[in-house]
């Protein structure tokens, strides 16, 4: 294994705390992706789709913070 492979394994699997503005970026993220689950519930029948799609914008929450997590 490289070093560079095992640092960013390294970065992926360690915990980061949040720093100064971190937590209020994470909250404007969530805050306007709830805004689209809504729209999805609202526009959407109940369905595998739906939920498919509920899912993948969870997802994109948690990618987004991880972003701001590991690289700030």
């Known amino acids: ?3 560079e492979t095992e640092a960013e394994l390294r970065k ?3 915990y980061h705390p949040p720093k100064d ?3 209020e970026k994470y909250q404007k993220l969530r805050d306007h992706i709830h805004l689209s689950a809504v729209m ?5 029948p109940d369905s595998r789709e ?3 799609a509920l899912t ?6 948690m990618w ?9």
């Open 21 to 23: 503005g971190q937590p």
């Open 56 to 61: 993948k914008l969870e997802e994109a929450v």
């Open 12 to 14: 992926r699997f360690t």
């Open 50 to 52: 739906r939920s498919l």
């Open 1 to 3: 294994m490289t070093p």
């Open 40 to 44: 999805v519930c609202q526009l959407c």
């Open 64 to 72: 987004a913070n991880a972003a701001i997590a590991r690289n700030e």
